[in-house]
């Protein structure tokens, strides 16, 4: 594709909108993506406030030219956690494989994986990711997929039609 992926990062936490906690997951990520050539157009702070989610995922999807979304924080078993179920509401199509390889390959380094609750989903022409909270689950788990998102996103966009080629295995 010419030009870069345009991406928007949004960090779920409570405590990181009441200004009670640094925001590192969202840095990170902004850090790995724009190594990788993506372009960061937005980082947001948001709480674990499902409406609130929901509303700033349809708007960055509808009107912001956004291709992809990575969100960090709200996918574990917390009362509060609901970052899955809002990015679930916005949903046009469901892209469980990136969820479902970021659970394979953090389950290679701790059994807990199984308990993320993240999903991968299709809103338009955005990807949206939701990735854990804390910054050793980004780094672990954004590694393990970012090399295959640009082929996905071109599939997506209707830049590439297969996806079968030229596949090559991720390499540890």
Known sequence: MAGKWKTAIITLSDK??????EDKSGLLIREMIEQEGYETTAMILLPDEQ????????ELCDEGGTDLILTTG??????RDCTP????AVAEKNAPGIAEAMRYASLQIT???????GA??????TLIINLPGSPKAVKE???YVLSSLPHGLEIMKG??????????????
């Open 74 to 79: 709200g996918t574990g078993f917390s009362p």
């Open 111 to 117: 059994p807990r994986a199984m308990l993320s609750r």
């Open 85 to 88: 179920e809002a990015t679930l």
């Open 51 to 58: 409406k609130m989610i929901e509303e700033k995922l349809k």
């Open 141 to 143: 788990n954004l590694e």
């Open 159 to 172: 830049l590439s039609g297969e996806c079968g080629s030229d596949v090559k295995k991720h390499e540890k």
């Open 120 to 125: 991968s989903v299709i809103r338009g022409k």
């Open 16 to 21: 990181g909108y009441a200004g009670e906690r």
